[in-house]
């Protein structure tokens, strides 16, 4: 980070750790969103220290069966071992760098084993080296050792996570509550369906700040959500240290939405709970069917949504499971638009922190302003010059 903007993040972390514990609830000052120094820093500082979600553990199910992903630069290979073992390894030929496994992120399929396509090198499933083509023996290359580098990994809730410099604390201790919420959904065991990958016109915080709360459904969503989840009904959840929710509750008139678990109350089945995994992840649970989005920042406003979705019944018939995804689109689209005018607003010298609206409706902000400024703020006796 230049020297000059040192000064900048001190006071923005200052700004920031000002927010905890106080009784006044306003939203973060714009330059939060705009600033890109401080979207360097929080990479640095937060993201990729943290626990990120890359996607479900079931897209993989079968040994060699892999997809490759881009997270924070770092190019990652997720594949089923023949030990049916789910590893997250780096992508990366251990010869030049050419990345072994070809494509975009979206590449997947089944392999039998990953060959470079520079030089030939080849890997097993567990990211071992099998073959350096006309290599000087002489090397003795070390085939325990020269090996794809593996990621620290935690499977939560059917969700896989990967941290990216390895430092991280387990996941799951800091989740205990929210796997109490869950518990009836069974969403470890709703199988996965499909998955895409977009680019919004958004800071990533402020897709995370919108998919958590619940005052804009009835506004911005009256026909996908405002007759299924409005706004009143919303009701916010307890927070924990590494998550936040709220309910989404349905008319006592609503349609029943299709099987489920057998262990749901009717409370339960009666609303969608949308919970956020700390930093970046977003979730829709309902009794039927799982939407969720990872993200990752792709410039200070732009955000990169890798975002699927998971059912309960696997016997759904192909047109419901198309119906689902259809309305899921359309609310994305009704929030990328809405997000994109955001981030063009936050840029005006006019913007400023607002008042945040009951706990009900945007409480699960605050929560997440709470943990950024936890993890991220500094209290003014603690700035350094």
């Known amino acids: 980070m230049a020297a000059k903007n040192d000064d900048q993040i001190v006071q923005m972390r200052e700004t920031l750790g000002g927010y905890l514990g106080q009784d006044w609830r306003y939203s973060l000052p714009p330059q939060f969103y705009t600033s890109r120094d401080f979207l360097e820093f929080e990479t640095e500082e937060l993201l990729r220290r943290e626990w990120l979600c890359l996607g479900r553990a079931d897209e993989v199910p079968e040994p060699g069966d892999y997809y490759t992903i881009e997270m924070l630069d770092e190019q990652l290979l997720v594949v089923r071992g023949d030990d049916r073992k789910l590893r997250v390894l780096s992508n990366v030929c251990r010869h030049r760098g050419m990345l072994v496994a070809q494509g975009n992120s979206a590449e997947q399929g089944r392999a039998r084993q990953f060959v470079c396509p520079y030089h030939a090198w080849s890997y097993d499933r567990e990211g071992g080296l099998k073959r350096a083509p006309m290599m000087d023996p002489a090397l003795q290359l070390n085939r325990k050792t020269c090996r794809l580098p593996e990621l620290n990994s935690e499977i939560w809730q059917g969700f896989l996570y990967v941290n990216i410099d390895g430092e991280a604390e387990p996941l799951a201790p800091r989740l205990t509550g929210l796997d109490e919420v869950l518990a009836n959904y069974h969403s470890d065991e709703m199988h996965h369906v499909f998955v895409a990958e977009e680019v919004w016109d958004a800071n990533w915080k402020c897709l995370v700040e919108n998919f958590m709360e619940g005052y804009h459904l009835s506004m911005v969503h009256p026909q996908t959500l405002g007759g299924r989840t409005p706004t009143q009904l919303c009701e916010k959840l307890p927070a924990g240290e590494g998550y936040t929710g709220y309910r989404a509750n349905y008319p006592e008139d609503a349609p029943f939405r299709g099987r489920c678990h057998a262990d749901l109350t009717a ?26 989005m990872a993200l990752q920042p792709a410039g200070v406003d732009k955000v990169r949504i890798r975002w699927g979705a998971a059912l309960y019944d696997a016997g759904m018939s192909p047109d419901e499971v198309q119906s689902r995804l259809d309305l899921w689109r359309e609310i994305n689209a009704e929030d990328r638009a809405k997000l994109a005018c955001v981030q063009a607003g936050l840029k005006s010298r006019h913007a400023a922190p607002g008042p945040l609206a009951p706990d009900d409706y945007e409480g699960t902000i605050w929560d997440f302003y709470q943990y950024l400024a936890g993890r991220l703020g500094l209290s003014a006796e603690h700035a350094v010059a």
């Open 267 to 292: 409370r339960e089945r009666g609303c969608s709970t949308l919970f956020s995994i700390f930093p970046c992840q977003v979730v829709s649970q309902a009794s039927d069917i799982l939407v969720y």
